[in-house]
């Protein structure tokens, strides 16, 4: 064993050396000027901790330049090395995803193995009967016998293999159907048609409840022409009728046809609004408060709203909700978007959003 403190001792005296006798610090220098040598096993790894406890930079230490110069060219072989592992790490992460997709390609090769030996073992039992049969016909009655259990199992097993076959055509028939060029554009055009019958009916709708009221049948084709109806999808195509010289109005929501004798009132409010006003609830009522309470202080956080609330608006919140403003910010985040009474601000705060559809019908009213 050697002494480590020796082996340090040794190593900054090496590495003081300058001008002609400076030299790079080595396991072999530093056991050469130990006084007791000891073996090269024993002096290396010690050599080793002094080297990282030093920072100890042969190559650009013997290069004799300036400190700053030194450590900012260890610094940028540090980094470069990081650099260099990340790369490295980034490379075994895809080559380790890529195994993963061909490990689970591999398993579903050997699902459709087993299938298919599944079906070649129908078949070969199928065959099997039919040659038993064949033989029974053609032998003598003496080699013919065969019980009525026998029968009845090849014709269980024909039947298994007959269904089979069955299914799989079906199934190659509908995986080689493909929607017919068109389709999908006339399919388009029904849901249009339906829509706008709808609309002259009923009044204007959101799209939520014209999906709702569409023909069973219609539904159905859109999941066969690939184009299956969900509400963002039909609001989607909707706004694209509602364009300039479209056959749709969109306003607050809800489509009317554009025809003739229908227009839109200034301050997106329709004349239909002020018939049929949105229902409101006593959580409506609080949250037109919670908005009166921002529109005259600004953006604050629902902790700092809740004392500025009236004392009637706190007593119709505990009627409305069982934990009363307990929850407060919680019921606050759950009522924020582009048409509501506020939203939010993404440091915690609210600001007061624009008035209200039903205020403005309330306003239109009074």
Same mark, same amino acid.
């Given at each position: 064993?050697?002494?480590?403190?020796?082996?340090?001792?040794?190593?900054?005296?090496?590495?003081?050396?300058?001008?002609?006798?400076?030299?790079?610090?080595?396991?072999?220098?530093?056991?050469?000027?130990?006084?007791?040598?000891?073996?090269?096993?024993?002096?290396?790894?010690?050599?080793?901790?002094?080297?990282?406890?030093?920072?100890?930079?042969?190559?650009?230490?013997?290069?004799?330049?300036?400190?700053?110069?030194?450590?900012?060219?260890?610094?940028?072989?540090?980094?470069?090395?990081?650099?260099?592992?990340?790369?490295?790490?980034?490379?075994?992460?895809?080559?380790?995803?890529?195994? !993963? =997709?061909?490990? #689970?390609?591999?398993?579903?090769?050997?699902? %459709?193995? /087993?299938?298919?030996?599944?079906? +070649?073992? @129908? *078949?070969?039992?199928?065959?099997?009967?039919?040659?038993?049969?064949?033989?029974?016909?053609?032998?003598?009655?003496?080699?013919?016998?065969?019980?009525?259990? !026998? =029968?009845?199992? #090849?014709?269980?097993?024909?039947?298994?293999? %007959?269904? /089979?076959?069955?299914?799989?055509? +079906?199934? @190659? *028939?509908?995986?080689?159907?493909?929607?017919?060029?068109?389709?999908?554009?006339?399919?388009?055009?029904?849901?249009?048609?339906?829509?706008?019958?709808?609309?002259?009916?009923?009044?204007?709708?959101?799209?939520?409840?014209?999906?709702?009221?569409?023909?069973?049948?219609?539904?159905?084709?859109?999941?066969?022409?690939?184009?299956?109806?969900?509400?963002?999808?039909?609001?989607?195509?909707?706004?694209?009728?509602?364009?300039?010289?479209?056959?749709?109005?969109?306003?607050?929501?809800?489509?009317?046809?554009?025809?003739?004798?229908?227009?839109?009132?200034?301050?997106?409010?329709?004349?239909?609004?002020?018939?049929?006003?949105?229902?409101?609830?006593?959580?409506?009522?609080?949250?037109?408060?919670?908005?009166?309470?921002?529109?005259?202080?600004?953006?604050?956080?629902?902790?700092?709203?809740?004392?500025?609330?009236?004392?009637?608006?706190?007593?119709?919140?505990?009627?409305?909700?069982?934990?009363?403003?307990?929850?407060?910010?919680?019921?606050?985040?759950?009522?924020?978007?582009?048409?509501?009474?506020?939203?939010?601000?993404?440091?915690?705060?609210?600001?007061?959003?624009?008035?209200?559809?039903?205020?403005?019908?309330?306003?239109?009213?009074?």
């Amino acid at each position: 064993m050697v002494d480590r403190a020796e082996v340090f001792r040794v190593a900054d005296k090496l590495r003081a050396l300058r001008g002609d006798k400076k030299v790079r610090v080595s396991v072999r220098r530093v056991r050469d000027a130990l006084e007791r040598k000891g073996s090269f096993s024993d002096v290396g790894p010690e050599l080793l901790r002094w080297k990282a406890a030093r920072n100890y930079q042969p190559v650009i230490e013997l290069m004799e330049l300036p400190d700053a110069l030194q450590r900012r060219l260890g610094d940028f072989g540090k980094a470069l090395l990081d650099e260099v592992q990340a790369h490295e790490s980034r490379i075994r992460d895809g080559e380790r995803r890529n195994f !993963e =997709v061909e490990r #689970e390609a591999y398993g579903y090769m050997l699902d %459709e193995a /087993g299938m298919t030996v599944d079906v +070649l073992e @129908a *078949r070969v039992a199928a065959l099997t009967a039919e040659v038993e049969r064949l033989r029974r016909d053609g032998a003598t009655e003496a080699d013919a016998g065969r019980t009525p259990e !026998e =029968v009845a199992e #090849e014709h269980r097993r024909r039947n298994v293999w %007959e269904r /089979g076959a069955s299914l799989r055509a +079906l199934m @190659a *028939r509908k995986m080689d159907e493909k929607v017919v060029p068109g389709a999908q554009e006339a399919f388009w055009q029904d849901v249009e048609r339906e829509v706008l019958a709808l609309l002259r009916k009923r009044g204007p709708m959101p799209a939520g409840d014209l999906l709702t009221n569409l023909s069973g049948n219609l539904l159905n084709r859109g999941a066969d022409v690939e184009m299956p109806l969900s509400v963002g999808w039909l609001r989607f195509r909707l706004r694209a009728l509602a364009v300039e010289g479209g056959s749709l109005v969109e306003k607050g929501g809800r489509f009317v046809p554009a025809e003739k004798g229908i227009e839109v009132m200034p301050e997106a409010v329709a004349p239909w609004l002020v018939d049929e006003a949105p229902p409101t609830t006593d959580g409506d009522a609080v949250m037109r408060d919670v908005r009166d309470v921002l529109a005259r202080h600004g953006p604050m956080r629902p902790s700092e709203i809740v004392p500025l609330l009236p004392a009637g608006t706190t007593a119709l919140a505990r009627q409305f909700w069982s934990d009363g403003l307990d929850r407060f910010a919680k019921k606050m985040s759950e009522r924020v978007g582009p048409k509501t009474y506020f939203h939010p601000l993404g440091d915690g705060r609210y600001a007061a959003g624009p008035e209200p559809e039903g205020e403005q019908v309330k306003r239109l009213r009074r």
